[in-house]
């Protein structure tokens, strides 16, 4: 028997329906997996870098806070955790293990430490970390001299472009970084969690952090003074999902200026400096009136942490830098103080504890100092102001030491210093203003300084010594 035309029409209609019902169920459930798919990635994303973003706050909280913390410390960033040794709880920062002085160190993220809970990302995996040798808390390794002008010996890459994205200036090379690692790639194996610890127990970088055109985020030079190249995509990429934050050195700076106690710390420190200037001279073997004081330190050092830089010249010159080693002036004077700041007697000079000591070796390089041509180690004695100092066109004084305060942005002042870098701080300009940087180096006779109140374009402090060796701001 026959089937009907239409029938066999209304079959065909009826299958080309359920197959195109079978390809909108089948296209939709593609589409709604991707959609589950990229909302999970985002996620993981989104909570990855709002982790990212408090362990940068935790550091900074940690940088500010470590002078307070451990008495001597000065504003350093934590070591990483580097491994599984020196019977350390993990999360612990590796303080006495942690590379030779000046080179950049890398490990998981020291949450113990921190005071926060083992971070995770997106991956479940625990953060890495990476320090600038610059700024490592390190015990015996840690830099002599760390303050608001430190720079970091870090560079963040672009792997999109190729270029570098934080630190092309040196002082815009990040102090810090922390890294996801997100999930692994290709190559890499990363053992398991195993119970009661929080991280994987694995500790090679290469396990977790991805490489790139050339840049390995897993890898490190160890160098002293040398700067490290970090890379990120974008966008997450089969071959590389690294995410990275940093910490810069301006961040640091700002913490630290806005600290309410440090411009009395620096006032406080700028009164013991001159008070040990001053008291250099009631050693002199003349007496009482033999109140001749050192030579200035030169300007332009081999390399501003190191104090024993900071050593007298008997060359001319009325101005400079803070000098500690007193030699060529001892030549002159008959005294027998080694050293004016690592020597100073606190019987005589009450606040010159081993806490102020400390911090003016991390400020040491932002102190200048002038000598009138009446008190220098060479004058005749008696002394007495024939010929000294002024601030502001008034006063007769013996000596001045000036505080440069945070480098002033708007005056283009710019702090680098050897071995990394080109040095800038030879030049006063970077760091003094008006009449102050226009004196300092100098032989002049009857100089007069000047003192204003903080602005944009002036933050020089002046601390005076008087004919009677009395200090005072002024």
């Not at 935790?58 to 000065?74: E, H």
């Not at 009136?289 to 030169?298: E, I, K, S, T, Y």
């Not at 007697?345 to 102190?367: N, T």
């Not at 007495?384 to 000596?399: D, F, H, I, P, T």
């Amino acid at each position: 028997m026959m089937v009907p035309s239409e029938n066999i029409s209304r079959q065909r209609g009826a299958a080309l329906i359920l197959l195109m019902l079978i390809v909108i169920v089948a296209s939709t459930t593609v589409l709604l997996a991707n959609v589950n798919r990229d909302d999970v990635r985002t996620r993981r994303m989104s909570d990855t870098q709002a982790l990212l973003a408090e362990a940068k706050q935790a550091l900074l909280q940690y940088a500010v806070l470590n002078p307070d913390m451990n008495p001597g410390r000065s504003f350093s960033l934590p070591c990483p955790d580097i491994d599984a040794s020196g019977g350390l709880p993990e999360g612990v920062a590796h303080t006495s293990n942690c590379g030779v002085q000046g080179a950049s160190v890398i490990g998981r993220l020291p949450w113990r430490t921190l005071g926060i809970a083992a971070p995770r990302d997106g991956a479940s995996e625990c953060l890495w970390y990476v320090v600038s040798g610059s700024f490592k808390d390190a015990d015996a390794a840690t830099e002599t001299m760390i303050n608001s002008d430190t720079n970091g010996q870090l560079q963040l890459v672009s792997l999109d472009s190729g270029t570098v994205l934080e630190g092309v200036q040196p002082q815009d090379r990040p102090a810090a970084m922390v890294i996801a690692a997100m999930q692994p790639v290709a190559g890499q194996t990363r053992p398991a969690t195993v119970a009661g610890s929080q991280c994987s127990p694995g500790f090679l970088p290469a396990d977790f952090l991805d490489s790139d055109s050339g840049i390995s985020n897993a890898t490190i030079s160890g160098v002293a003074d040398g700067v490290d190249a970090f890379a990120t995509y974008s966008g997450i990429e089969a071959s590389h999902n690294d995410r990275i934050i940093t910490v810069s050195r301006a961040e640091i700076a700002a913490r630290i200026a806005g600290r309410p106690d440090f411009d009395s710390d620096m006032r406080d420190l700028g009164l013991a400096i001159a008070a040990c200037v001053a008291n250099y001279a009631t050693t002199n073997p003349g007496g009482a009136n033999d109140r001749r004081l050192p030579w200035p330190a030169g300007v332009a050092l081999a390399d501003y942490r190191d104090d024993t830089d900071y050593d007298d010249l008997d060359n001319s010159m009325f101005s400079g830098r803070v000098p500690d080693i007193a030699d060529d002036s001892n030549a002159a004077t008959g005294n027998a103080v080694g050293r004016v700041l690592t020597d100073c007697d606190p019987l005589q000079v009450p606040q010159w504890s081993p806490a102020m000591h400390s911090l003016w070796q991390d400020w040491k390089d932002h102190f200048f100092y002038a000598v009138a041509e009446s008190h220098l180690p060479t004058a005749a004695v008696p002394s007495s102001c024939s010929n000294c100092l002024s601030v502001n066109g008034a006063g007769q004084y013996a000596a001045l030491v000036l505080f440069s305060g945070q480098r002033l942005d708007t005056l283009g002042q710019v702090r680098n210093a050897p071995p990394t870098d080109a040095d800038t701080k030879r030049d006063v300009v970077n760091f003094l203003e008006g009449s102050n940087a226009a004196s300092i180096p100098g032989p002049g006779a009857s100089l007069d300084y000047s003192s204003q109140p903080v602005s944009t374009t002036f933050n020089d402090r002046i601390f005076c010594i008087d004919d009677n060796l009395v200090v005072s701001e002024c």
